[in-house]
Antibody, heavy 117, light 107 residues
Framework: EVQLVQSGGGVVQPGGCLRL?????????????MHWVRQAPGRGLEWVSL???????YYADSVKGRFTISRDNSKNSLYLQMCSLRAEDTAMYYC???????????WGQGTLVTVSS | DIQMTQSPSSLSASVGDRVTITCRAS??????LNWYQQKPGKAPKLLIY???TLQSGVPSRFSGSGSATDFTLTISNLQPEDFATYYC?????????FGQGTKLEIK
């Protein structure tokens, strides 16, 4: 059974940093690119970042230069390091696989990040 | 960036109805178009990828069509569990943008 188990959310002050983790199991993690997608309260889905199996990275303009996606294939884990956080980064963050046509068939349970003083 | 415009933003329908949601891309994305269903408090669920390929396990009352810039998601014979919010997403070029969503409500 495929599982994506997320951790690392919480409350952080504006300008601070937070690291999200996503532990994968049930599939050959290194063979798959992975996404981060977020959803602000009451809003729609926003694609955040993508990392290929061998580490190429892509970002939304809204997070470029502030967020860093990474992975450790030896630990079957995906990460999102978020710095210079702003109130508008407050959202539920999901990790997800990049399946056929880079769609996402498996999603984590989501982790809430709240940026507030 | 490629902009994705969904319409309508909300829709009321009855059980048994057939509904269509449209998604327009600001430039050609060939067939790199995915559809998701999301219920409150839950992660999105993949319905269709590559514009028209039904994800395994998704009921056949869901169908997708289109190419280039214009796409549709059709739900035939609406069931109570289909009332949710639907999103399109282009995966042709990063950033992989989503449409703003269509909330499907019970009439």
């Amino acid at each position: 059974e495929v599982q994506l188990v997320q951790s690392g959310g919480g409350v952080v002050q504006p300008g601070g940093c937070l690291r999200l983790s996503c532990a994968a199991s049930g599939f050959t993690f290194e063979d798959y690119a992975m996404h981060w997608v977020r959803q602000a309260p009451g809003r729609g889905l926003e694609w955040v970042s993508l990392i290929s199996g061998d580490g190429y990275t892509y970002y939304a303009d809204s997070v470029k230069g502030r967020f860093t996606i990474s992975r450790d294939n030896s630990k079957n884990s995906l990460y999102l390091q978020m710095c210079s956080l702003r109130a508008e980064d407050t959202a539920m963050y999901y990790c997800a696989d990049a399946y056929r046509s880079s769609s996402s068939q498996y999603w984590g349970q989501g982790t809430l990040v709240t940026v507030s003083s | 960036d490629i902009q994705m415009t969904q319409s309508p933003s909300s829709l009321s329908a009855s059980v048994g109805d057939r509904v269509t949601i449209t998604c327009r891309a600001s430039q050609s994305i060939t067939s790199y178009l995915n559809w998701y269903q999301q219920k409150p408090g839950k992660a999105p669920k993949l319905l269709i990828y590559a514009a028209s390929t039904l994800q395994s396990g998704v009921p056949s009352r869901f169908s997708g069509s289109g190419s280039a810039t214009d796409f549709t998601l059709t739900i035939s014979n609406l069931q109570p569990e289909d009332f949710a919010t639907y999103y399109c997403q282009q995966s042709s070029l990063t950033p992989y943008t989503f449409g703003q969503g269509t909330k499907l409500e019970i009439k």
